[in-house]
């Protein structure tokens, strides 16, 4: 059987009111944290539509942030103060996937003590 298509959803303004309705359904006295997607579903549409309004509509773009700077803020006091119940490996993974966050290495001397290096100058004197 053939998967039925429908007509693409039409963007319409007041979604963006939606994001802040969609916002006071999350955190944690509701178990839920912000995320794009459910706010997909919430308005009952697919992320990718999410997406292209994002870059058609700039204002759009701008509430959809409000979605993920939410997330990115739950989540580093929920990791910082939350508890045992928190899964420390689970924040840091969404950190680092959807705001940016990395983890960083000295690669330079892999993390050992820097030799010091004494140059003796022509004229006899050092670096010291």
């Known amino acids: 059987m053939p998967?039925?298509?429908g007509r693409p959803t039409e963007y319409d303004?007041?979604?963006?009111?939606?994001?802040?309705?969609?916002?006071?359904?999350?955190?944690?006295?509701?178990?839920?944290v912000p995320k794009i997607v459910s706010f997909a579903r919430y308005i009952?549409?697919?992320?990718d539509t999410?997406?292209?309004?994002?870059?058609?509509?700039?204002?759009?773009?701008?509430?959809?942030s409000k979605i993920s700077d939410k997330q990115e803020?739950?989540?580093?006091?929920?990791?910082?103060?939350?508890?045992?119940?928190?899964?420390a490996t689970i924040v840091k993974m969404i950190l680092m996937s959807n705001h940016g966050y990395k983890e960083r290495t000295d690669t330079t001397t892999n993390?050992?003590?820097?030799n010091q290096v004494l140059v003796k100058f022509i004229d006899g004197s050092t670096n010291n």
């Not at 009952?44 to 992320?47: D, I």
């Not at 999410?50 to 959809?64: D, G, M, T």
């Open 44 to 47: 009952g549409v697919n992320k």
């Open 3 to 5: 998967n039925k298509v």
């Open 111 to 114: 993390d050992k003590d820097i």
């Open 50 to 64: 999410l997406n292209e309004w994002r870059k058609k509509y700039p204002e759009f773009s701008v509430a959809l």
């Open 73 to 87: 803020e739950e989540l580093i006091d929920v990791g910082v103060y939350g508890g045992k119940e928190i899964n």
């Open 13 to 32: 303004p007041s979604f963006i009111d939606k994001v802040d309705e969609y916002l006071n359904t999350t955190g944690k006295e509701n178990m839920s």
